[in-house]
């Protein structure tokens, strides 16, 4: 009940084109869902979140959707360029507990 | 502002050796704090948070301890090391009364 899980483990986009990233929970008590994004050798950083109560959030080319009754969420990059090349993390928690986090999703933006 | 530090940033250590790694805080008080490893290419694994001095939950048993001598120190240590300790380990950590976790930039420890 406490995983994250994350897919697809990898993902080849052409330049420009919209990459997207699917997550999906089992706890309903989550009530907050970050992304992250880490390139190599570096700590993650924390890229956009959302909560329950909105479905869509949208930071310059970065949207998370939010599914409740579906208990999934997403990330979609818009305009994918070759510098989004990462892995990125999705996360879940209620506030009370760490951060469960997906295996991760390794993007490659080719041109 | 708020900033967190890991050192060293590479570590090269023999197996049977101890480990100290360091992680602080600036900017903020009683915040959560966390330690992670992550296997080449692998994702985030949770080892140690902790929500107060002296207030330390493990999440894998393993030779790895944890402890926080100071509001905002947390040190991650061993007595041995092993070959499957080698990886990239990272400090979070999470502003009092918030949900925003923060990484610090990671040390990248080799044990041969």
């Known amino acids: 009940q406490q995983q994250v899980k994350q897919s697809p483990q990898s993902l080849i986009v052409q330049k420009g084109g919209i990459s997207i990233i699917n997550c999906a929970y089992e706890n309903t008590a989550f009530d907050y869902f970050p992304w992250y994004q880490q390139f190599p050798g570096k700590g993650p950083a924390l890229l956009i979140a959302?909560?329950?109560?909105?479905s869509e959030k949208k930071e310059g080319r970065f949207t998370i959707s939010f599914n409740k009754s579906a208990k999934q969420f997403s990330l979609h990059i818009m305009d994918s360029q070759p510098g989004d090349s990462a892995t990125y993390f999705c996360a879940a928690s209620n506030g009370n507990t760490p951060l469960v986090f997906g295996k991760g999703t390794r993007l490659s933006v080719i041109a | 502002s708020q900033t967190i530090h890991q050192w060293p940033a590479t570590l090269v250590q023999p197996v049977g050796s101890p480990l100290s790694l360091e992680c602080t805080v600036e900017g903020t008080s009683n915040p959560n704090l966390y330690w992670y490893r992550q296997a080449a290419g692998r994702g985030l694994q949770l080892l140690f948070y902790s929500i107060g001095i002296d207030q330390i939950s493990s999440e894998v048993p393993q030779n790895l301890s944890a402890s926080r001598p100071q509001d905002r120190q947390f040190i991650l240590s061993s007595k041995k090391l092993l070959l499957s300790d080698s990886g990239f380990y990272l400090c979070a950590w999470t502003p009092a009364g918030t949900d925003t976790q923060y990484f610090g930039p990671g040390t990248r420890l080799t044990v041969l």
């Open positions: 959302i909560r329950p109560d909105v």
